[in-house]
């Protein structure tokens, strides 16, 4: 057993101050101090603190605590509600970035308290802290992600039975819903009835419970039953206790692209079930097609997949130059259209209007051809029958056309003919005329002949009868009145031959009147005649141009319809 010696009063006293030191020392030298004063004015700080500041201690007295701390910083310690309850004895800690330039950003976990001193003397508040910048700068990168994602994504929190307990404005703007509406409901508010109560829904919860990551595509219903795609992962996050706690959804809005996904799927829908469609890689094999192109060709996908499209041309065309020129420029992305001959299945000829589509990678180098096309053999064989029938009609046309030139060269001649005859009639009418006026002087000058011959048949008869009493005179005479009987038997045979020749002249008079009267009439009626031939020929000649003009329109109209039916017979022949 070995001899203690009892350790005085002073001793234990002094030990114990000496431990005291030596912890303050430990302190000092371990951890961030500063004093303030009870409204925040620094009164004194240790080394470390001041060279976590980088500036000596004695630079930092007599400033605030707000100009430690970084500038826009956001921390409940900046307010002056903190300090008050600092004061009034109450602990408070704080995690806040302080004002360094030109260093990297300085974190600090500070602990305040206040220090008990005598009554009258000011409050002083002791901050004891340590370094955090790493764990800091962490927890800062890590907000301001979360900070960006917060405002880049709908973000939203369940519990691990599937109840709202938190929503960021992007999710609520995507549902139509306030935080107070969908606080504390279940994740099936979002979903319709079919979704809700499928097998999927049910292992999607199952998955996240035990701990598994989900993510894809799905229909989610908003406000009003409004249909919403998002893509979106669903995270298990575990708590302090190392347990599932909750489950954090991140969702991008993607209705608008699966909108225009669909209609971009209901136009190749729409152009499979309408066109001929195939598929080849850059080497020119088949490596799909639809019914529709099957159809057209003649085959079945067994005969043509991994086949090359030389098999649905001529021989001679695909050892043309030509044909290897098209394969150079789709492989170089260049678009090929127009209309094609190609050979289906038992050499049967098959025309068609395609194009030809380089499909570009993310590089915008060719990667595959897609091939569109309507079959245009039933047209094709049309426009042939158009172009041989079109060339018998051209010839026809023509020869119309020279019928058509010798009628007017027919009609030109007889329009001179009737244009002289025309004169003719004129002429002949007025000569007729000039002769009518000539009968009608010697109708005149008959008439009087006529009174003429009448008077003298007068006068011979007077005579006669004067020579008869003139011989009975002579017979009372006696002899004396022989020689003057025998002059009056001279003279009344005289006046007998008189009047006879009268009576001859009136009656060839009258004959004469009668034949110039008709003569007259058959003047006047040929006059008639001539004034209707000469209308009648105006006529002709009228109606000879009218032809000539119609002749010369429709001459027109045949070159015309030469013209268009020689053009109609190119676009047959050429009908891109």
């Not at 194009?355 to 094709?380: C, F, H, M, S, W």
Request: negative net charge.
């Amino acid at each position: 057993m070995t001899d203690q010696t009892p350790i005085s009063a002073t001793d234990r006293k002094r030990a114990q101050e000496n431990a005291t030191v030596q912890r303050n020392d430990a302190i000092e030298r371990a951890l961030l101090l500063c004093e303030f004063t009870g409204d925040g004015v620094i009164i004194g700080a240790n080394e470390n603190f001041a060279h976590l500041l980088g500036e000596p201690a004695e630079d930092l007295v007599g400033r605030r605590y707000h100009n430690l701390c970084h500038e826009g910083l956001q921390d409940p310690s900046t307010e002056p509600a903190f300090w008050q309850r600092l004061t009034d004895g109450q602990g408070q800690v704080a995690a806040l970035r302080l004002a360094v330039q030109d260093r990297p950003p300085v974190w600090v976990r500070l602990a305040f308290t206040r220090l008990d001193t005598a009554e009258r003397l000011p409050t002083r508040i002791l901050a004891v802290g340590i370094d955090i910048s790493r764990d800091g700068l962490a927890r800062f990168n890590a907000q301001a992600k979360l900070g960006a994602l917060d405002h880049a994504v709908a973000l939203v929190e369940f519990t691990m039975d599937g109840e709202v307990v938190a929503a960021n404005e992007n999710y609520l703007k995507l549902t139509g819903y306030t935080l107070a509406e969908v606080m504390g409901q279940s994740h099936t508010l979002f979903c319709d009835k079919d979704t809700a109560a499928s097998d999927a829904y049910r292992e999607l919860w199952a998955a996240l419970r035990r701990d598994q990551v989900c993510h894809g595509a799905y229909k989610r219903v908003g406000k009003n039953e409004t249909d919403i795609w998002v893509r979106a992962s669903y995270t298990p996050i575990r708590g302090a206790d190392g347990k599932l706690e909750r489950v954090l959804k991140i969702a991008y809005d993607i209705t608008a692209e699966r909108l225009s996904t669909a209609e971009y799927e209901a136009k190749l829908e729409a152009i499979d079930r309408a066109m001929a469609v195939v598929e080849f890689d850059l080497d020119g094999n088949v490596v799909s097609a639809n019914d529709n192109f099957l159809s057209v060709m003649g085959y079945s996908p067994r005969e043509i997949l991994g086949q090359h499209h030389a098999m649905f041309c001529l021989p001679e065309f695909v050892r043309t130059r030509e044909y290897a020129d098209f394969w150079i420029a789709l492989n170089q992305g260049q678009f090929q259209s127009g209309r094609f001959h190609r050979v289906g299945k038992h050499n049967r000829d098959v025309w068609i209007q395609a194009t030809y589509n380089p499909v570009l990678d993310l590089r915008g180098k060719p990667r595959r051809i897609v091939k569109y096309a309507t079959d245009v053999t039933e047209q094709v064989r049309l426009e042939q029958k158009i172009a041989a029938r079109s060339q018998e009609t051209a010839g026809v046309a023509d020869r119309l056309g020279r019928t058509i030139e010798e009628i007017n060269r027919s009609t030109e001649t007889a329009n001179k003919l009737a244009n002289l005859t025309e004169t003719k009639a004129d002429e002949g009418g007025v000569a007729l005329k000039s002769a009518l006026e000539s009968i009608e002087l010697i109708q005149k000058s008959a008439t009087g002949i006529a009174e003429i011959v009448r008077v003298i048949s007068e006068i011979a008869g007077q005579t006669n009868l004067l020579a008869f009493n003139a011989e009975i005179e002579a017979a009372r005479a006696g002899e004396h009145g022989i020689g003057f009987s025998v002059v009056a038997g001279e003279v009344r045979k005289l006046a007998e031959r008189s009047s006879t020749a009268a009576r001859d002249i009136s009656r060839l008079i009258e004959e004469s009147l009668v034949r110039i009267g008709m003569g007259t009439e058959r003047a006047q009626a040929a006059q008639s005649a001539f004034s209707a031939i000469a209308a009648s020929v105006g006529d002709t000649s009228s109606a000879i141009e009218v032809i000539t003009r119609s002749a010369l329109a429709q001459d027109e109209v045949a070159r015309h319809i030469v013209t268009l039916i020689q053009e109609l017979a190119a676009a047959a022949h050429d009908p891109a």
